[in-house]
């Protein structure tokens, strides 16, 4: 069986090439001056990701033909890379809390949702003592109203 | 010349400037002592505090923050094993094996001491070589300026660690994300698809958060790294300091060697304490007990590393090119700051250029005199642990990105490029070319459309763009093959003796 980190490289490879070819079309609508660097830059891309998808593609034949080292080479004899899925849950669980936390900044600001965010955050994932996770919201809390004198920052 | 020095170091004496670069300074030290959080992450922070700064404490704070991280990262590299950042990994070797024989306060003092030193070389190389510039930079034009923008592209892909065709695609991946917006010179808004976020373009700041800050975050939630407890850092710091007196040679040569391997655009960071510690180990006498504890193994590669960020600035400050992420950031910062990249630097705004030479120089001073006399209580925070950290930081990026240009549209974007910096990060992609990219894309477009209006496509004809491009083409071509005939090479006597 192909392993997941190969297919992985390979999808988002294929991605974008999808995403610089719907590029440097887009760039030849543009007025001609507007268009050199965008076009250089996308057919470029292009170009290059083409390539990468050859080559993992290569690297996949390869692989299921016994080749079982073209997982941990590149090219140049480059990095290891090992996805598990508790990995992918993961970090499909904690995008999911930045959305929370970007919905709950949509709807109260981010004076009330960061502070309480954090405060639930470290209680319900981290374990933390309540005491601990309440007086970090607070922290956070005058954290940005520090900000907000001082450096003149705004919260949305 | 003598004028412009002058009024940069009267610009450095404010009680302002000072609170800033102190700031800076702090931060930079915090955040380096912190395994898992990069430099690059606290530059990204940095960031938005420069909106309402002028530009000298602006300065002051940032370089503050830059010459302090290659310090401060010795402290989980010589008390835990771990790289604070990638720059302090070869002292790991030395400083953690004198940490389990108990000298860990010699192996501080030692790398306090030789990184000031380094530092301090660094900024003096950085000044002599903006002072032997001016002329050259001068006698520019913008054909010239357009191939050498190229050129920093082209070199920031191919030397960066890791793939090469990677490396390429994630540069121009940056040069397409700043396309988004209205182009300059000509009324058109690209690639905005009738979002009104999008007219103003992506700011460096949204896209510095978003490639290294978020990723990170995620990182330190998923990995869970356990606490690493170790012995409290106590005598012994001076012991370290009249060591690095001692071999005084060693650290010039090093601090050379760094210097020269910064200014070249993409190689600095992940490589020059390696080099560094290579070249220690084959020109210092007795060398066998390199990697058992010897002091010279600290001495050699924290010099180097120091004196980098001096010569990263050289292409940084002198033509407008940033060598590595961190000075990336710098440019996107002193652009926030009213300063333009490239050849005004040495000209208009020579005073601000070399206010952060000035800045380098006293914030590695400051630096080394803080960890000498807070180096236990700044020991402590390795033993942070990074889920812990990583929800307030998460909050604090989300109010970092919203200062970009105060529109939801900016956290919106730095959370698609986050998930996007993850990919990367998971699939080990470089994603400092993209934001190297990123930064100079709008200069290649402003020097590409002065040369077109000035020349039309005459300027392709210039002797010097001719070499230029001949450069280009030896190192997309040239490097590649040569690294790829080199594997070829390497690989022939392995396969033959795994055959015998």
């Not at chain 1, 140049?76 to 890379?81: K, R």
């Not at chain 2, 380096?32 to 430099?39: A, D, E, Q, S």
């Not at chain 2, 007196?245 to 010039?252: A, C, G, N």
């Not at chain 2, 990219?437 to 005459?458: I, N, Q």
Request: charge should be neutral; glycine fraction near 12%; include cysteine.
């Amino acid at each position: 069986m192909i392993p997941s980190e190969m297919l992985l490289r390979l999808v988002v490879c294929a991605i974008l090439l999808v995403g610089a070819v719907f590029y440097t079309i887009e760039a030849l609508s543009f007025e001609l001056e507007a268009r050199y660097v965008p076009l250089l830059a996308g057919a470029g891309a292009t170009l290059l990701l083409t390539l990468v998808v050859i080559r993992e593609v290569v690297r996949i034949v390869d692989y299921s033909m016994g080749e079982r080292r073209a997982l941990t080479q590149t090219l140049e004899g480059g990095s290891e890379v090992k996805i598990s899925s508790a990995m992918a849950i993961a970090s499909i669980k904690y995008i999911g809390w930045m959305l929370l936390l970007l919905v709950f900044v949509w709807q109260a600001g981010l004076l009330v949702a960061g502070p309480i965010f954090a405060g639930v955050f470290l209680r319900v994932d981290s374990r933390v003592s309540l005491r601990i996770s309440v007086s970090v919201g607070l922290g956070l809390l005058g954290l940005f109203l520090f900000l907000g004198e001082v450096v003149d920052f705004r919260f949305p | 010349m003598l004028e412009a020095a002058l009024s940069a170091l009267v610009h450095l004496w404010s009680i302002e400037l000072w609170f800033y670069m102190l700031l800076g300074i702090v931060g930079g030290l915090i955040i380096g002592v912190i395994p898992g959080l990069g430099g690059v992450v606290g530059m990204a922070l940095y960031l938005p505090f420069l909106f309402s700064m002028d530009p000298y404490t602006g300065i002051g704070m940032l370089v503050g923050y830059i010459a302090v991280g290659q310090t401060s990262d010795t402290f989980p590299a010589v008390l835990i094993g771990v790289p604070g950042s990638a720059g302090s990994q070869a002292t790991i070797l030395d400083g953690y094996a004198l940490a389990r024989k108990g000298e860990a306060a010699r192996a501080l003092g030692a790398s306090f001491s030789s990184s000031l030193l380094g530092g301090v070389f660094g900024a003096a190389v950085l000044l002599l070589v903006i002072v032997a510039a001016r002329p050259f930079i001068h006698a520019l034009k913008s054909p010239d300026l357009f191939m050498f923008t190229m050129l920093g592209i082209a070199a920031v892909g191919v030397l960066v660690r890791g793939d090469y065709l990677l490396g390429l695609t994630s540069a121009l991946f940056g040069v397409m994300l700043a396309t988004v917006g209205g182009a300059p010179a000509v009324p058109e808004y690209r690639f905005a698809f009738g979002e009104l976020y999008l007219y103003d373009g992506l700011h460096i700041v949204v896209v510095a958060l978003g490639l290294f800050a978020v990723p990170e975050a995620l990182e330190l939630l998923i990995k869970r790294t356990p606490i690493s407890r170790h012995g409290r850092v106590k005598g012994g710091l001076w012991k370290g300091f009249k060591e690095t007196l001692d071999h005084k040679f060693l650290v010039w040569r090093s601090s050379l060697l760094g210097t020269i391997v910064g200014a070249i655009p993409g190689l600095g960071a992940s490589v020059v304490d390696w080099i560094a510690y290579a070249v220690a180990l084959r020109t210092v006498k007795d060398s066998e007990g390199f990697g058992q504890g010897d002091i010279r193994g600290v001495i050699a590669p924290e010099s180097a590393n120091n004196a980098k960020e001096g010569g990263t600035l050289i292409p940084t400050l002198v033509l407008g090119i940033p060598g590595s992420a961190t000075a990336a950031m710098l440019l996107g910062g002193l652009i926030i700051l009213g300063i333009n990249p490239g050849p005004e630097m040495l000209d208009q705004q020579l005073d601000m250029t070399l206010t952060v030479v000035w800045a380098l120089v006293i914030a590695n001073v400051i630096a080394c005199v803080v960890c000498f006399s807070l180096s236990d209580p700044i020991s402590r925070l390795t033993n942070v642990r990074g889920e812990f950290l990583a929800p307030v930081l998460i909050v604090i990026f989300f109010a970092a990105a919203y200062q970009s240009s105060q529109h939801l549209g900016d956290i919106i974007a730095m959370l698609g490029i986050g998930v996007f910096g993850y990919v990367m990060r998971l699939l080990a992609w470089p994603r400092a070319p993209l934001i190297i990219g990123f930064v100079l894309a709008p200069g290649l477009e402003r020097y590409l459309h002065l040369s077109m209006s000035v020349y039309d496509f005459k300027w392709m004809e210039f002797l010097s763009v001719r070499i230029t491009g001949l450069f280009i083409l030896l190192i997309l071509i040239g490097l590649p093959a040569a690294r790829l005939l080199g594997i070829a090479r390497n690989r022939r006597p392995h396969s033959r003796g795994s055959s015998s």
